[in-house]
DNA sequence: AAACCGGGGCC
DNA sequence: GGCCCAGGTTT
């Protein structure tokens, strides 16, 4: 059936619908017949697992700071992040530089142009090498994200699970068929603007090109595919975040790569089994957690605590002021004392970056008074 | 091939 | 709070 499916005639009244529903259909994306392999690569690293509107402005950003390979070759790793701050994900920012410098020292700044050349940069895979295959290059490359693959599971009425070997093997093989020689990149994106909009996640079949050929709309099964992925349990995680505090300075920690936030910069954090009580017992406590990092601390406030989502987890984070009174750093991570001023400069997770905000709050509030 | 990665926006 | 997003890497 599979095989029918795709059948050179098939394909090419296919092709031809998906390009006429294109010329007047397509999505007027800031990004449309862009081509310079770099401009290409960075918007495909943003938006994996995210979406356009949020991409839109962080790409005009990021463009503008590092407008060429180079330029984000030869740029601090900190810098890049701080860039990226709040977008999430941000091993991708990592992997751009790291990428970047690949291009330049181990390419000699010379564009590799086929998909399997491409994935072997870091957080290139399947899809974005063809993407970038594909819309910078003209090489007849398939391509399957969310929206392909909502599609193609859709017009194949696919069952499986689409994150499945079968599902994914599925996909791919329609990807490279239907893909043509002339103009792929022009057509991929075509196929990306009918998934997302078209046949998005409320599928508007009465506006599809190609319902003549849908199979789960002759099923009468468009609304049950694809079929929904499992989700996993939240895990609640609670912290107690400590803002050391030491003149015009605070201490600040570097989440290790690997970890959450990996890259970022943020405030060293207690974990515990559930809240606080915010007693003077935990107050005497957190002093005596803190002395095992080797730093004499002086609780000095509770500040708001609030919840921040990440992936599977759901974090409970209760930041507290602690002023320093003697010792060093010898906790587990690196740490750096940085000035109030400096913080705005510094690349720090959307809930470091809270706590800052709140803690330049409380100390203008504070100066303003003395 | 499944599990994990450990974010964020939108409704 | 549930659902989804122009995926990739690890085990």
Known sequence: MERDA????????????????????????????????????VR?????????????PYLDRFLKRFP????????????VLRVWEGLGYYSRARNLS?????????????????????QSLPGVGPYTAGAI?????????????????RFYARLLALRSDLHSGEGRRQL??????????????????????LGATVCGVTPQCQECPVRGSCRSLELGEVERIPARASRRDVTDVFELLVVMRRGKRLLLIQHPDGERWGGMWGFP?????????????????????????GCDVEFQEWMDEFQHGVTRF???????????????????????????????????????????TRVERILRHNGAQA
Request: hydrophobic share 45%.
């Open 68 to 79: 060429t390979v180079e330029s984000l070759a030869g740029a601090e790793s900190a810098e």
């Open 6 to 41: 795709v059948s050179g005639e098939w394909v090419a009244r296919f092709r031809r619908n998906v390009r006429r529903w294109y010329a007047r259909g397509g999505r007027d994306l800031p990004w449309v017949g862009e081509r310079d392999p770099y401009v290409v690569w």
């Open 133 to 149: 295959a594909s819309f910078a290059f003209d090489q007849s490359a398939g391509i399957v994200e969310a929206n392909t693959a």
């Open 269 to 293: 954090a207690l974990s515990r089994d559930r809240a606080l009580a915010r007693s003077r017992f935990d107050e005497r406590l957190i002093e005596s957690e803190v002395a095992d990092w």
């Open 98 to 118: 790291r990428g970047a410098k690949m291009i330049v020292e181990e390419w000699g700044g010379q564009w590799r142009n086929t998909a399997t050349e491409l």
């Open 314 to 356: 759901r974090l409970h984070l209760q930041p507290i002021v602690a002023m320093w009174r003697s010792g060093s750093w010898e906790g587990p991570v690196t740490a750096e004392w940085v000035g109030i001023d400096e913080l705005a400069t510094r690349p720090l997770s959307v809930a470091g970056r809270r706590v800052a």
């Open 44 to 56: 495909e690293i943003m938006l994996q697992q995210t979406t356009v509107t949020a991409v839109v």
């Open 172 to 193: 791919w093989s329609l990807a490279e068929r239907i893909v043509p020689r002339d103009r792929p990149g022009e057509f991929n994106q075509a196929l990306i603007d």
